[in-house]
């Protein structure tokens, strides 16, 4: 699958160790019981929909990588969805230089 048997192994520990959920669509997700995080890493064309879902799903902080979105007009409308609904969003974030986000 994904990510080959070392991050089946990993996503195994953290779900025993930690409740981690893993699911295949952001709507899967159970309402959050504590503050949510979320680390959008998908293609540039998919980032504003993923964007929007994750405010939808509670996410009350969104790492986004670069460029965020295919232009600029959507990386406003993703700007405004967030401040409309308080979500605190951070910018740069590169899987190429890490593993897995602990």
């Known amino acids: 699958g994904p990510g080959g048997s070392e991050f089946k192994e990993w996503a195994d520990d953290s779900t025993s160790k930690y409740g981690t959920v893993f ?32 405010i939808d799903a509670k996410c009350s902080t ?11 007009a959507e990386l406003q409308l993703m700007k405004e969805q967030a401040e409309e609904a308080g979500v605190g969003v ?10 897995y986000v602990r």
């Open 62 to 72: 969104i790492f986004l990588e670069k460029p965020g979105a295919p232009t600029v």
């Open 23 to 54: 699911g295949t669509a952001v709507g899967d997700l159970p309402d959050p019981k504590q503050p949510r995080c979320a680390l959008i890493s998908g293609r540039t064309a998919d980032n504003p929909r993923l964007f929007k879902e994750c």
């Open 90 to 99: 951070l910018m740069g974030y590169n899987k190429n230089v890490c593993k």
